[in-house]
C-alpha cells in the first residue's frame, strides 16, 4: 500500500505561479513512477505530468514549458511547479504513483487561476 498526500493548491491570477507536492508513504519501494493528473469540471481526467524512478519525465502537449515536475527521493516527495498559469489550468489536481499491476491516488488539490 501506498499513501499519498498533496499540498500546495490554491488561488492564483493568470500568470502566477503555485508549487504543488505529494508526500508518498508506506510501500516506497514499491514505486515505479509518479505523477500528476488533473480533472477540470465536466471534462476527463488528464495526465499532466509524470516522473519515473529512472528520473524520465513526460508532460501533456499543453504545460509543456510551463510546468515541471521534480521529486527528492530523501523526503519521498514529488513536486509540481507551475509557472504562467492560465485559466484553463483550474481544476483539481492528484497525485498519482504506479506500482506494478496497480495505480495509487492522493485526495486532490484545488488550484483556480482567475483571468
Known amino acids: 500500500q501506498v499513501q499519498l498526500v498533496e499540498s500546495g493548491g490554491g488561488w492564483v491570477q493568470a500568470g502566477g505561479s503555485l508549487r504543488l507536492s505529494c508526500a508518498a508513504s508506506?510501500?516506497?519501494?514499491?514505486?515505479?513512477?509518479m505523477g500528476w493528473y488533473r480533472q477540470a469540471p465536466g471534462k476527463q481526467r488528464e495526465l499532466v505530468a509524470s516522473?519515473?524512478?529512472?528520473?524520465?519525465?513526460n508532460y501533456a502537449d499543453s504545460v509543456k514549458g510551463r510546468f515541471a515536475i521534480s521529486r527528492d527521493n530523501a523526503k519521498n516527495t514529488v513536486y509540481l511547479q507551475m509557472n504562467s498559469l492560465k485559466p484553463e489550468d483550474t481544476a483539481v489536481y492528484y497525485c498519482?504513483?504506479?506500482?506494478?499491476?496497480?495505480?495509487?491516488w492522493g485526495q486532490g488539490t484545488q488550484v483556480t487561476v482567475s483571468s
Open positions: 508506506g510501500s516506497i519501494s514499491s514505486i515505479k513512477a
Open positions: 516522473v519515473t524512478t529512472g528520473d524520465s519525465t
Open positions: 498519482t504513483a504506479w506500482v506494478v499491476f496497480n495505480n495509487y
